[in-house]
T-cell receptor, first 113, second 115 residues
Framework: ETGVTQTPRHLVMGMTNKKSLKCEQHLGHNAMYWYKQSAKKPLELMFVYSLEERVENNSVPSRFSPECPNSSHLFLHLHTLQPEDSALYLC????????????FGPGTRLTVT | GENVEQHPSTLSVQEGDSAVIKCTYSDSASNYFPWYKQELGKRPQLIIDIRSNVGEKKDQRIAVTLNKTAKHFSLHITETQPEDSAVYFCAASRYSGGGADGLTFGKGTHLIIQP
């Protein structure tokens, strides 16, 4: 698959589990993002990475921990989540020398039980 | 921080008619305004965007207008077709030209095209 890919596509985890979401972009971009999409709420920006450095953290609880080992990969490590964290987690990427357009992955549907 | 309001939340139009979705933003420093289309179970896809140095942009049946003074922008879809049925999101950001800038989204408009 080309563009932005995410794995797994679906994840069910208990509140005491630890899991990780993975995002990979094949577009040669230098910036990557995590967004959360809940029912009846707008897409919420969680984290921004530019050239593998975190440049923005939107007051996200510490139970979400991002990691960006290189410009093509982005992870979201999850631990001791709450049921209200159940949502669609979307990764996006953009070129830092571009015009601002962001390209989204298909998302990971997370259910916390 | 930025706040983006989007209306209406649901819009039903007859096939062939036009649809208009409106958004307002609060941060006068915002200068990049994209629109995304999200079909059920799919990822958001960029359909058109506009920058603050432009008042209007058109791409076939889709157009976006921007009024920086009033801080609002609108999406216009003409000659609507069944495949236009989806949720549409507006967004705003301060594009700083070389950095990475997160988007602030509106709550979305569910557009329904009636046959």
């Amino acid at each position: 698959e080309t563009g932005v890919t995410q794995t797994p596509r679906h994840l069910v985890m208990g509140m005491t589990n630890k899991k990780s979401l993975k995002c990979e972009q094949h577009l040669g971009h230098n910036a990557m993002y995590w967004y959360k999409q809940s029912a009846k709420k707008p897409l919420e920006l969680m984290f921004v990475y530019s050239l593998e450095e975190r440049v923005e953290n939107n007051s996200v609880p510490s139970r979400f921990s991002p990691e960006c080992p290189n410009s093509s990969h982005l992870f979201l490590h999850l631990h001791t989540l709450q049921p209200e964290d159940s949502a669609l987690y979307l990764c996006a990427s953009s070129p830092t020398d571009g015009q601002g357009e962001q390209y989204f992955g298909p998302g990971t549907r997370l259910t916390v039980t | 921080g930025e706040n983006v309001e989007q209306h209406p939340s649901t819009l039903s139009v007859q096939e062939g008619d036009s649809a208009v979705i409106k958004c307002t933003y609060s941060d006068s420093a915002s200068n990049y305004f994209p629109w995304y289309k999200q079909e059920l179970g799919k990822r958001p896809q960029l359909i058109i965007d506009i920058r603050s140095n432009v008042g209007e942009k058109k791409d076939q049946r889709i157009a976006v207008t921007l009024n920086k003074t009033a801080k609002h922008f609108s999406l216009h879809i003409t000659e609507t077709q069944p495949e236009d049925s989806a949720v549409y999101f507006c967004a705003a950001s301060r594009y700083s030209g070389g950095g990475a800038d997160g988007l602030t989204f509106g709550k979305g408009t569910h557009l329904i095209i009636q046959p």
